[in-house]
């Protein structure tokens, strides 16, 4: 049987694709293989928001592109980190700039600039000689938290104090530095005072502002304000790379913490490094973040959010409101409450039922809890984090919470 000159270029050309197929798609010399799939690991809707253990966030399509094309060329690392960091100091209106791996190696590299500022011998001494040098981090006690670690490294004791007498009294010659928790719920001393005092010490104030963005002027309120060294997280609501931060401040501090830091070997920085990826990634966030609004971010996850508040109306009882955390994290979250006497299901049920279905949804951890850093508070209420949601997922979320809620009647 003979072919046409048409059916045998079809013909070619499915056995082209089929060949494709096999090979995992290989396509012009790029393989595309799915990392998740082949090794098994579960993809999920991430309806909780820009939580670590759950990657964060996604980045914009212009950072994947920026990440992707960063790939491809090696260059001088620190050429790229000088450059990025005047790049992002330009742009967010402070003296210096610094691309860390993170919020918390931020706070490491801050720490570890205000101990070994003018003492280059003692960059290769901390964390375990701290002979001569200053030691102490003033902090109040209600500012304590997880991420202290990250202070903790550089071989520092806290001093926490209470009252703003406490606090005038606290410094000595072994004050290093002054640290501040932006999103702290409680402790009686304002953001200006602490900075206020610090300088009249001369000693410099850091402020941990990992999640606090939006709004998009936090990333150059806290500097303007005079903190001497800001950090944010660069994949919360940045959505930069996982693994990237920033440090911003004061041009000799910003110095002081690159010394600190990769690609030099002898530092507490070292294992904290940061590719040319992230690098890129971070800057490539950056222009991606100062692109948006808050006004038109606040009206695209208040839109997802009264959708899903829509197509649950019908649960008996159920009532859909928007709740603003004060500083951290603070966009619109769904709160939905219902008539737990006729659906009898909880919300921590609720969100194990979503854990565990097909597609894997994660619900927003204050979902069910009194104690729920500044979401709700309200142990009756399912907590939707709408922000990170990929466009469309928030019907998968609403058609599944209607499911699971209605099937409890
Ligand atoms: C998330 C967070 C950090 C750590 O940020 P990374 O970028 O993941 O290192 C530090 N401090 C606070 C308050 C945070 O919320």
Known sequence: MRLSATRRHFFAWTQGLLALCASGGRTGGELKVDYYDKLGVTKIINAAGTYTALTASIMPPSVQAAVAEAAKHPVRLAELQKAA????????????????????????????????????????????????????????????????????????????????????????????MAHFFNAAEAGSISRE???????????????????????????????????????????????????????????????????????????????????????????????????????????????????????????????????????????????????QARVKITPTAVANELRHGSPCIELNPATGQRNSHGVTGDEDAIVVGVWMLRPGEEMIVAQKLHEVLTNAI
């Open 193 to 339: 005072d602490w900075v206020r005092v610090a300088h009249s010490h001369q000693v410099p104030c850091l402020n941990d502002a990992a999640a606090d963005v939006p709004p998009i002027s936090n990333l150059w309120n806290y500097t303007k304000m005079g903190f001497d060294l800001v950090t944010f997280s660069g994949g919360k609501g940045m959505r930069g790379p996982q693994n990237a931060g920033l440090l911003l401040g004061r041009k000799d501090l910003i110095e002081a913490a690159k010394a600190n830091a990769m690609p030099i070997s002898a530092t507490i920085g070292r294992g904290m490094k940061v590719a040319k990826e992230e690098i890129v990634g971070m800057v490539a966030a950056v222009d991606w973040f100062l692109s948006q609004t808050d006004e038109g971010m606040a009206a695209e996850f208040t839109a997802r959010a009264n959708r899903i508040g829509d197509y649950l109306k019908s649960v008996p009882g159920l009532q859909s409101r928007i709740a603003i955390p004060p500083v951290a994290n603070r966009i619109p979250h769904l709160v939905l409450t219902y008539d």
């Open 85 to 176: 960091g005047e790049y992002l100091a330009k742009r967010l209106q402070c003296e210096a700039a610094l691309v860390t791996a993170g919020a918390a190696s931020g706070l490491t590299l801050a720490t570890a600039a205000c101990i070994t500022r003018g003492q280059a011998d003692a960059i290769e001494s901390i964390p375990v000689d701290l002979r001569g040098l200053k030691n102490e981090v003033i902090v109040q006690k209600a500012h304590r938290n997880d991420y202290d670690h990250a202070l903790l490294n550089c071989g520092i004791r806290f001093v926490e104090v209470k009252t703003l007498a406490d606090y005038q009294k606290a410094f000595n010659a072994q004050t290093a």
